[in-house]
């Protein structure tokens, strides 16, 4: 079912383009279709959680909702930085469940053309997000890297 | 909702509520006359009654393969009842009677589900006509009528009834626009059957005409009737009957007219009785209780009680006397705790608001303890509404035993012990799958397979699997617990080495670790995979489905003894007392129900036992101390318990100090439970319940004390 819907959501971009929301995590630009996303809010207090992978920042409060986030910097492996007035939480919803991702910056929304698809991730790219780009777009000379969010969140 | 007769759609939750408490009550009813090895009349009644009611109301739905499946049942019983022919076999005329309630059971399951289209039953309906068939040619011959009584409504045959008053009329009139009049009319003469013999109506022709629909909407009904136990037990099951506007006596028979003027006021009462809930969210409906006494609702059959007269309380609650019981839609109950949450943050939020401090404010703290001491009392009259009791799910156990005894032909008896022990309704629905599961596991892994291997081993050849429930401060503690042959642990260790679930060498686990293995996923002792059990899913199910609604599964087994699973659910889910505790950055909520006192240490209290651990003495006793800081990697302000707050919990009869930094203060709190996510790193294993937010807005973890400390 989970397999199914990623294909879905791929394929739909390879044939009619679609939306993504396009940030930055150490100064590498991604994105995420915009139809996971419900919301983006600035940094907040975080409650931890402990004995949960790192990864894991704890809870936040979003009107009344207990929504766990996530560190995208951690999830890639990389170093954390201070948060900032630039740090935003991307609040997605996968399988009914709200998540919240953490990232350094987002930029904008941007429109994908079929076109602008140019493969998923091969061999000789050293980005330790890797695993979790399901499509590589390059448009107005940029590459942007297209996070598989079950991927991101489930795994 | 193709399914359904156009127009019928809000109709359907009552429908679904309906048919599914009838078919309850005729598998108990079923249940207890195999038990007997035959029908008595009451009872031949009373399932005639029951199928019955689904062939109308489902013919009433449009839902044509219920109502043929219903009416066919019915014609069987009405050759059983008329003309007493002689059963050589109970057993096929029983499984013959099961497999098809099974499918009726079954098919309202699965109505709300548009893409699945109406089973055909019509291989079960040719098989019961076979059946009557057969029955038939066991009677002596001369039943040329036989053929003719079964296409005639039961309610023409009864003529020869004794009647003490004479004949009496009563015109119906339906509510506006209310549809179906005809199949209306007849139902309400169905409901009729007991309490009079109907000599005739107008119209005459009810089923499948809507020329009569239209008629009683112009004209009226008119019963034509003598009663059996005076007029006035008639006009009160018409009365109770849904949707009737008015009605009046045009002929009182051998009766009073007098009663005329009662009308309007009994006629107010029967309003009331109506439920004018149409929604269609939720087919799942629970009754309340009015007052405390009345907590047993009333189409509750209790296991002593032998004779089937629930179902009267439950189809015509209004039928005896003043009616108590409503029923109402799930999702306003689950509306009205989310409420009563909201309003006890709230309260918290104004009472120890930041604004007030340092202030004298002398009336204010009285009228504070006065809102807190009604948001108590309105809380607890909230939960007791969701209260049920669980007997419920305990006896749709009996049907599983039932079936299981025959295909396994083990001898089991199924006993019950504190059935009438009190949940909330989400748990009860949460309850029915993995106690089924538990179930059929006592039956087909923990009763030894031949009475035989009982006798030898001391025990009666029949064995007992007991449910039992009672509920202690802050659980309910409910046990499936059977007298087989307990669990072989190392049965089950080679199995777990088998599949490779081993984690640490064999010699090295306890029972209690061995136990743990059976709910691992993949995990399935059976070497043979059964109908029942043995897929390797069971216990892993178990597990998850209890977890879900936040409780707790363990196994206890000895061998050649038995073997029990004991399931704990927290008493309420959503709101505990508790004291707020702080760990370095952290706030933590612990439960009131776990702490027995907080206390700080001096002197010589912390002392060290022979293996190096840290306990507390108090008063004589010692108690291990455990650092909430080290448990859950924090940076603690005080790490020297001397300077830090000892909490000293308890849990299950064990006692344990938990060391934290300071104590903040007491709050009620709103369970919100950990979001999927989270719960797949066990952080319910590590000791965290769920969270809360509090009247500032930010979030605590709510400890569950018994995981922390009987884990370490």
Redesign the interface.
Known sequence: MEEVLIDQVTDTFAEDGGEILLFFVNEVLYGIDIRFITEIIGIQ?I???????SY?KG???IR?????VISARRKFGLPEIDYDEKTCIIVVEV?E???GIIVDMVRAVQSVMPGDICSSPGAGTVNPSDQYVSTIIESDGEIKLLLDIHKL??E | MGKFEAGMEGMIDTYVYETTTLMEQLDQILIKSEAKGGFDDDIINEIFRIMHTVKGSSAMMGLENMATLAHSMEDLFFIIREEKPVIRSYERLFGLIFSAADLLSGEIDLLQDDSVPLTDFSAQVQTIKEYEKELRSGIADGTESAEKTVSVPVYFERQDNPSGNGESSVKVYFEDGIEMENLRALLLVNNLADECTIVSHVPEKLENNSDAAEEIVQNGFIINFVPVNGLQSVLKVIESSGSIKTYEILNGGGQSDGKAEKLNADLENLNLNTVPDNDTESAAQIQIPESEQSVQPAQQMRPDNSTPRGQQTASQPASKGKQSLISVNLNKLDQLLDMVGEIVITEAMVISNPDLKGLRLDDFQKAARQLRKLTDELQDIVMSIRMVPISGVFNKMTRIVRDMKVKLGKEVNLEFEGETTEVDKSVIDGLFDPLMHMVRNSMDHGIENTAQERIDAGKPPVGTVTLSAYSTSGEVIIAVSDDGGGINCEKVLAKAAANGLLTKPESDYTDKEIFGLLMLPGFSTNEEVTEFSGRGVGMDVVKKNIEKIGGSVSIESKAGVGTDFIVKIPLSLAIVDGIEVSVGESIFTIPMGSIKESIKIKGNQLVKDTSGREMVMLRGACYPLMRLYEIYGLEPKYSDPYDGMVMVVEAEGHSACILVDELIGEQQVVVKPFSAMLNRYDVKRNGMAGCTILGDGSITIILDVSNIILDK
């Open positions: 207090p409650t931890i959680v402990p004995l949960v992978p894991i809870v936040i409060n009344g909702k207990v929504v766990p399988n469940t709200p998540v969140v489930l």
